[in-house]
């Protein structure tokens, strides 16, 4: 009797747990928002009045005008990039025979885990070395770096999860290697091209670290917009940036949801 | 490809070079080889950035650990897909929107006439606002709460791993529900928890935007320091010197994190 | 048709195919058996195309192809997880060969619903390979692989992942077609029902090598060596040696100790080393020796197994040599609980040596 009065309230306390966790996963998100409806700039909750004078004050600043068309520039081009080299990489890796070839693999891997303040400066000495300081160029290799083991990952497990004999069968029935690679390899590629995208151009949109060091004014990213005016300014346009920001995400996170699952592509489930 | 991973050696290679070079003032150019700026390192201001910097990883690691746990093993052993689906979005969300608004968020939620303080007052807990912001505790809170996602996911993957016939098994030689999780989840469930463990020590180290954010300078992290002496004071060297100190200590601890996890790992398979 | 010479190939340490010499001939359904590991897979790769050898020559009508790659050997090939491709849909699938030679669209219309009726697939050209049964599945793999008219026709265990029901037909359907067809058509199994009923002859490999080439009926019937002879399944196999000769008769040791058995001489074995064997169900137990009559051997009863038609009796002999006798359950002898004392009787010319 006693066992099951712990297991029934045991259940409850769990429950609880996980909600009021979830919560503090969730609040800072929610404060956000209320915040960018605050009408006086100083920052304490609850607000005291609302307006949408900080979201008109962002569509007539420059900075944040200029960033935001650096982001989407330079993390389309490097998801570009990384999505060819990556590519190449995987193939390489999965079927080459090139002897360094785990050892690029793992440098590959390396900017997932190394600080990327280090990243940066290093980037940022090798680009003073080589002249080329704040300009795109740098700002471009600095993302694709970084996007790269997201992309490469993403291939990888696609590649590995193509069935072997289908290759054979390609060959068996006349298909050169391009022309496998292009009618069998490349449409069964198709998720994980999906995949490496999405977590490329999310990774790039909100590279900061890296991007503080080897950016200059004209190539400021918006991460980096958003960081020099916190500095600057005490003001809840942040908090305004934020809830679109917010938004933006749900669209993304619900339209995963309904395409693929988000579990799938977490691999926290087998494809049924 | 192999391009791109030549330009990333190139760069470190560098900052490695860059560290033995001298500083000249007011410059951004180099002087002789030396080993002077390592020296510097042992000054205790530094050093004391090294020690914050542990303890911040080591507080940031166990609670997040300790909350990821439950939510990962809702999130894998429900039976409802509605539960599970909430879960797995309010945790992914977070992940979604980059360090500098979530940090930026919890500047907001830490200031003296922020949430959190407006919370605790009105339900009575303290009288006059802590101070949060600028603080380390500050700090610790947001990288919980951002590392957070990153545990779930890899406590969960390594849960979903488990075979459930083994539980059954306990269950039928008479294990109660909390025996069976002591003794046959929980143990089975550890490859996951110490690659999350390892994977937010190892980001929290190399956390850079909240510390910079919410400490406002006040809290000192060995990336704060390097961002300092490189962007701030224009010493490259001795910023190089620093990244190099804290890249050998980065590959340290995840030398000896794969180490703790290979051990455990055999122990596990027992 | 199909000549292989040498052919050896190595994956690092192992040695997958060790030398190995083939000839098959035009129009011959040729079976490759063999236990996992035994270097059929890999025979089949190297005639495909899919590794290159490391020492020997592929003939394919008389043409060298050993440097030739697999997409240019005009062959076709079956699998045993079909590897339809799953982005294509049926019609796609099937004349996907044809597509990758150039073939105009309008004869690979056609063409794709010819192969289709002839494995009785009219009107599935839109459905898709996940939508299809597994016999479905595997029908369209046949239509693929004989559509693009192949010089030979490879199969890789393409009957394992079927059914009981649905291999037996696939088997009637493959043999039908290739009959109608004469496609020169080499498979490969460890099956030894399905290598049997199929093949016009059988090689059996083991480690690489292949230890024996025949028609089925005469691999079944004189087994090469004991790996064979068990290979195919055949009981009470046993080797040992040859002691004495006379008068047509002669007397071999089971594993060099116990009681001698009776054979009929056949003027096959010098003295010495030899493996014999005796078919479970020719073996009879007698209540005692009949005077003249040799090979009466006698045992205990170790257990007995009701298999529906027969009894299957194990019976030890002594000294660990044991004996497996079908009886059938009609005729019935009784009190043969373990432990009971028997006399078996052995017809000299039922004990067979290798």
């Known amino acids: 009797m006693i066992a099951r009065l712990f297991r029934h309230w045991g259940r409850n306390t769990i429950a609880l747990l996980v909600i009021l966790i979830l919560l503090f996963l969730s609040i800072p998100s929610l404060v956000i928002v209320v915040s960018s409806f605050n009408a006086s700039p100083v920052l304490d909750f609850p607000p005291r009045g609302l307006a949408l004078r900080w979201y008109l004050n962002l569509a007539e600043r420059p900075d944040f005008r200029l960033g935001f068309i650096n982001t989407l520039v330079v993390g389309g081009i490097s998801t570009l990039i990384a999505l060819s080299a990556g590519m190449g990489g995987a193939i390489a890796i999965f079927r080459g025979s090139l002897p360094g070839r785990q050892v690029i693999h793992a440098m590959a891997l390396s900017t997932l885990v190394l600080p990327g303040v280090l990243i940066g400066v290093g980037l940022l000495m090798l680009a003073s070395k080589a002249g080329g300081v704040g300009g795109f160029t740098v700002v471009i290799i600095a993302h694709v770096l970084m996007v790269l083991p997201f992309v490469l990952r993403s291939l990888l497990v696609s590649l590995e999860n193509i069935d072997e004999n289908l290759e054979k069968a390609a060959m068996i029935f006349g298909a050169s290697p391009l022309k496998k690679f292009y009618y069998v390899t490349l449409p069964m590629l198709k998720p994980g091209i999906g995949a490496g995208i999405l977590f490329a151009l999310v990774t790039s949109v909100n590279e900061f670290a890296v991007s503080l060091f080897v950016v200059a004014r004209s190539t400021q990213t918006l991460p980096v917009v958003l960081f020099n005016y916190t500095m600057a300014y005490v003001d809840p346009t942040i908090a305004a940036v934020s809830t679109l920001y917010i938004l933006a995400t749900i669209l993304v996170v619900l339209l995963m949801q309904r395409l693929g699952g988000m579990a799938q592509i977490l691999r926290l489930e087998e494809r049924g | 490809m192999v391009l791109l991973v030549a330009i990333l050696c190139a760069g470190l290679f560098l900052l490695f070079q860059y560290s033995f070079t001298s500083y000249i003032p007011g410059s951004l150019r180099v002087g002789a080889l030396t080993l002077a700026n390592y020296q510097r390192i042992i000054d205790p201001l530094y050093l004391g950035a090294v020690w914050e910097t542990m303890v911040i990883c080591f507080w940031v690691t166990t609670v997040t650990l300790v909350l990821a746990y439950p939510l990962a093993y809702v999130l894998v052993r429900s039976s409802s897909s509605v539960v599970r689906s909430t879960i797995l979005v309010l945790t992914i969300l977070p992940f979604f929107l980059g360090v500098v608004v979530r940090s930026y968020a919890w500047m907001l939620m830490l200031g003296n006439r922020g949430f959190l303080n407006r919370l605790l007052i009105s339900i009575g807990l303290i009288e006059t606002p802590i101070q949060l912001l600028f603080r380390r505790a500050g700090v610790i809170l947001a990288l919980i709460q951002i590392s957070l996602p990153i545990m779930v996911i890899l406590i969960a993957t390594g849960l979903s791993h488990i075979d459930r016939r083994l539980e059954r098994t306990a269950q039928t030689l008479g294990a109660s529900p909390i025996k069976v999780f002591r003794h046959v989840t929980w143990p089975l469930s550890l490859p996951g928890v110490i690659a999350g463990s390892i994977v937010v020590f190892g980001w929290s180290l190399s956390a850079f935007a909240t510390p910079l954010m919410i400490g406002g300078g006040r809290v000192y992290v060995m990336t704060v320091m390097i961002y300092d002496q490189i962007l701030g004071s224009g010493n490259y060297p001795f910023g190089a010197a620093l990244g190099v100190f804290v890249l050998v200590i980065d590959l340290a601890l995840l030398g000896v994190g794969q180490g703790i996890a290979k051990v455990i790992g055999r122990r596990v398979r027992q | ?354």
């Open chain 3, 1 to 354: 048709m199909v000549r292989l010479q040498g052919l050896s190939k190595n994956f690092g340490a192992t040695v997958a195919v060790d030398r190995v010499d083939l000839e098959i001939a035009r129009g011959e359904l040729f079976g490759l058996l063999g236990p996992s590991g035994s270097g059929k897979s890999t025979l089949l790769g190297l005639i495909a195309g899919f590794h290159e050898p490391d020492s020997g020559v592929v003939f394919i009508e008389d043409k060298d192809v050993t440097a030739v790659p697999a997409h240019r050997r005009n062959l076709a090939m079956m699998f045993q997880n079909y590897a339809l491709f799953p982005h294509l849909n049926v019609f796609d699938n099937v004349g996907f060969g044809l597509k990758m030679k150039g073939v105009p669209r309008k004869i690979i219309q056609e063409k794709v619903k010819e192969a289709l009726s002839i494995v009785r697939l009219e009107g599935y050209e839109n459905r898709w390979p996940h939508q299809l049964s597994g016999g479905q599945q595997q029908r369209v793999g046949l239509a693929r692989a004989l559509v693009v008219d192949p010089k030979v026709l490879l199969l890789d265990e393409p009957l394992s992942a079927l059914d009981k029901g649905l291999r037996d037909e696939m088997r009637m359907e493959i043999k039908e077609i290739q009959r109608k067809s004469g496609i020169t058509t080499i498979f490969v199994t460890h099956d030894q029902n399905e290598a049997l009923s199929l093949s016009d002859r059988v090689a059996i490999m083991d480690g690489g090598k292949i230890i024996q080439i025949d028609s089925p009926r005469q691999i079944h019937s004189r087994p090469k060596n004991s790996f064979v002879a068990r290979f195919l399944g055949l009981q009470n196999v046993f080797s040992g040696k040859i002691v004495r000769r006379e008068g047509g008769l002669v007397w071999v040791v089971p594993s060099g100790r116990g009681q001698p058995w009776v054979a009929q001489d056949r003027g096959l074995m010098e003295q010495g080393e030899c493996t014999f064997y005796v078919r479970p169900e020719r073996i009879r137990i007698v209540d005692q020796p009949r005077e003249g009559s040799q090979n009466y051997l006698y045992g205990v009863v170790k257990e007995t197994t009701y298999q529906g038609v027969y009894n299957e009796i194990r019976i030890e002999l002594g000294e660990g040599v044991h004996l497996m006798v079908y009886d059938m359950t009609e005729t019935q002898v009784v009190g043969l609980d373990p432990g009971t004392r028997v006399i078996t009787h052995i017809d000299p010319k039922d004990v067979v040596i290798i």
